[in-house]
């Protein structure tokens, strides 16, 4: 602390750490990717080189490929003052059609910001979308990656 003192540096938690990475929309191991998912709905295909001749996983996520993805995870800005948190329901016209997997409130843009898998079927008809908190219906609007343009 004291070499960066004269840069302002301040000591910070994971709350911190999470909001800026969330703010980025890089994904966090354990919420938004996991043993469950695939890097096609998670949206890092571009870090999945299936051209190469052969890898751990190749066929199945070529499958996944050919198949579509039927879900996606999916940027989402809160339209209403409020908090979204992992595992929050998203609805459509009360369908149930995504769950949050990480949320918090970016103290640069003061909106409600997450991420959420949501039925690719539901994106492709650019539904209208709500996150259910509390029982309250707080309408989210899709957006893309990164939340905080330079």
């Known amino acids: 602390m004291r070499e960066g003192s004269e840069y302002l540096v301040k000591p910070c938690g994971l709350g911190s750490r999470d909001s800026l990475r969330l703010e980025m929309g890089f994904c966090l191991y354990g ?8 890097p096609l709905e998670a ?6 080189k299936l051209k190469k001749d052969s890898f751990v996983g190749k066929e199945a996520i070529q499958k996944i490929k050919d198949a579509g993805v ?3 995870l999916t940027p989402l800005v809160a339209l209403e003052k409020s908090f ?13 059609v ?14 409600g910001i997450c991420l959420a898998y949501i039925d690719s079927e539901c994106l492709k008809n650019n539904s209208k979308l709500e996150m259910i908190i509390r029982g309250n219906k707080i309408p989210v609007e899709v957006v893309k990656l990164p939340f905080i343009k330079k």
């Open 98 to 111: 995504g769950k949050l997997t990480s949320g918090t409130v970016s103290p640069v843009l003061d909106k």
């Open 70 to 72: 039927t879900r996606k």
């Open 43 to 48: 949206g890092l295909g571009w870090i999945t």
């Open 31 to 38: 919420n938004d990717i996991d043993q469950t998912t695939n």
């Open 84 to 96: 979204p948190r992992p595992g929050y329901e998203v609805v459509s016209n009360d369908k149930t």
